[in-house]
């Protein structure tokens, strides 16, 4: 019986050090493939909010909206030149011909592209870009967008974001309260992946560099 109970312990220990090792590693492979795939939404939000931006001169708070811009917004191709001609008025003043030229730049409009084919490439992904791309998942990105007060000057703002919680909800609780703590140049910092700030001007995201190499988007 002594030697039962010790091989039954030996076992348990042994389970509980693959544990502590291989625990990580797995929450770690798991939880980088679907930063991945909410980062790249959050990548599409973002481009389409610049777009709005561009063409609106603001940002928009719902989905709805986004979506019907990004569906039927056409951005202006245009050409800028420079042109000049004589002061008329200066020239007279001084008794002149063409001694001084007014120069001035000419922005001429040559056609228009629709945005989605501009961002989206001809496909449709614009229209799932607010769900959160996590298989058992199903909700949306929490979208705001607003005016913030800098120094006296107001600036338009926005913030697409999903809580850790939301998406990495079936794994190691313990290992999902350290990464909610994560403050590193090479992690996710805070409790949320997020594009955007309703309190800083700022349009990035918060996810590190390696998270924007062509070989994490495929």
Same mark, same amino acid.
């Given at each position: 019986?002594? =030697?039962?109970?010790?091989?039954?312990?030996? &076992?348990?220990?042994?389970?509980? *050090?693959?544990?502590?090792? !291989?625990?990580?590693?797995?929450?770690?492979? +798991?939880?980088?493939?679907?930063?991945?795939? &909410?980062?790249?939404?959050?990548? $599409?939000?973002?481009?389409?909010?610049?777009?709005?931006?561009?063409?609106?001169?603001?940002?928009?708070?719902?989905?709805? =909206?986004?979506?019907?811009?990004? $569906?039927?917004?056409?951005?202006? /191709?245009? !050409?800028?030149?420079?042109?000049?001609?004589?002061? #008329?008025?200066?020239?007279?003043?001084?008794? *002149?011909?063409?001694?001084?030229?007014?120069?001035?730049?000419?922005?001429?409009?040559?056609?228009?592209?629709?945005?989605?084919?501009? *961002?989206?490439?001809?496909?449709?992904?614009?229209?799932?870009?607010?769900?959160?791309?996590?298989?058992? #998942?199903?909700?949306?990105?929490?979208?705001?967008?607003?005016? *913030?007060?800098?120094?006296?000057?107001?600036? =338009?703002?926005?913030?697409?974001? #999903?809580?850790?919680?939301?998406?990495?909800?079936?794994?190691?609780?313990?290992?999902?309260? !350290?990464?909610?703590?994560? /403050?590193? /140049?090479?992690? &996710?910092?805070?409790?949320?992946?997020? +594009?955007?700030?309703?309190?800083?001007?700022?349009?990035?995201?918060?996810?590190?560099?390696?998270?924007?190499?062509?070989?994490? !988007?495929?």
């Amino acid at each position: 019986m002594i =030697s039962i109970i010790l091989w039954v312990i030996i &076992v348990y220990l042994g389970y509980l *050090l693959y544990k502590s090792i !291989q625990g990580p590693i797995e929450f770690n492979k +798991v939880k980088e493939a679907r930063y991945a795939k &909410v980062i790249k939404n959050l990548k $599409d939000i973002k481009a389409a909010q610049l777009a709005y931006q561009e063409i609106n001169g603001g940002f928009v708070g719902d989905w709805d =909206s986004l979506v019907r811009f990004v $569906d039927t917004a056409q951005f202006a /191709v245009t !050409q800028r030149r420079d042109t000049s001609y004589p002061d #008329v008025e200066k020239n007279k003043a001084f008794g *002149l011909t063409e001694g001084y030229f007014i120069e001035e730049i000419i922005i001429d409009t040559l056609s228009f592209k629709p945005v989605r084919d501009s *961002l989206f490439h001809g496909t449709d992904r614009y229209k799932t870009m607010m769900n959160i791309p996590v298989e058992g #998942v199903d909700g949306k990105f929490e979208l705001r967008a607003g005016k *913030l007060n800098k120094n006296g000057t107001i600036y =338009s703002v926005f913030e697409a974001r #999903v809580a850790k919680d939301v998406i990495l909800s079936d794994l190691d609780k313990d290992l999902l309260a !350290q990464e909610k703590q994560v /403050v590193s /140049v090479d992690g &996710v910092n805070g409790a949320y992946i997020k +594009v955007g700030s309703m309190d800083e001007v700022d349009t990035s995201g918060n996810w590190p560099k390696i998270y924007d190499t062509d070989d994490r !988007q495929k």
